[in-house]
């Protein structure tokens, strides 16, 4: 065999496993597309109870603790989404997310309104103890009738008008985030769009 040749077929089988290997990684690339719809966390859990997503939410005036008229259903001038946040003083996990909210909101440029249904003085304890001053708190049980709240923590977005944007009961920053996400993407929820994913897989998988 002559050098030339040994050069030609060495070529040819470096090219072949190349070949193979981009194969391979396309294979290893969608397997890992699978695992991750597969364990994508799930976003925020609606009930199915009181104005769906699309719907405009009730327009109830209400006083928070410190005195300040707003009307529930509506968005404040210096912010195009208003996030209903329900909290309770007796609700370990609502205090361990009220920081996480307060970020989000932050971050987000979201207006963070907190809802509760609880002694006022243990809410005011709760406020003081979470540096939550900044943020309005409405205490009235009549917020929670109108959105059907029965488990907490939950969260309503709001949109130009009071629209109903998003919402569900979070446990976790990636909970709110996910109601943005839903929003932008035009889903009610991002269970809807996990759930859509999913099926096209399992009829690829299938066939």
Not at 121 to 136: F, L, S, T
Not at 167 to 175: D, T
Not at 189 to 205: F, M, N, R, S, W
């Amino acid at each position: 065999m002559s050098m030339m040749t040994a050069l030609i077929i060495s070529e040819i089988l470096q090219w072949i496993v190349l070949a193979a290997l981009a194969v391979a990684g396309l294979a290893l690339a969608r397997q890992v597309g699978v695992l991750h719809v597969r364990v994508a966390p799930a976003g925020a859990l609606d009930a199915g109870k009181g104005p769906a997503v699309g719907d405009f939410a009730p327009h109830l005036h209400a006083t928070t603790l410190d005195g300040q008229k707003m009307t529930v259903g509506e968005v404040g001038a210096s912010a195009s989404l208003r996030l209903l946040m329900f909290v309770s003083a007796q609700c370990p996990l609502c205090k361990s997310l009220i920081p996480v909210a307060k970020s989000f909101a932050a971050a987000e440029r979201v207006e963070l309104v907190f809802v509760g249904d609880d002694d006022p003085e243990a809410q005011r304890e709760m406020i003081a103890k979470n540096d939550m001053g900044a943020y309005p708190f409405i205490n009235s049980t009549e917020i929670g009738r109108a959105f059907e709240v029965d488990k907490l923590p939950h969260a309503v977005l709001l949109g130009a008008g009071g629209k109903v944007l998003a919402k569900g009961l979070v446990n976790s920053r990636e909970h709110l985030e996910s109601l943005i996400v839903s929003h932008e993407m035009g889903v009610n929820h991002v269970q809807d769009y996990i759930a859509g994913l999913k099926t096209p897989l399992v009829k690829a998988e299938a066939a």
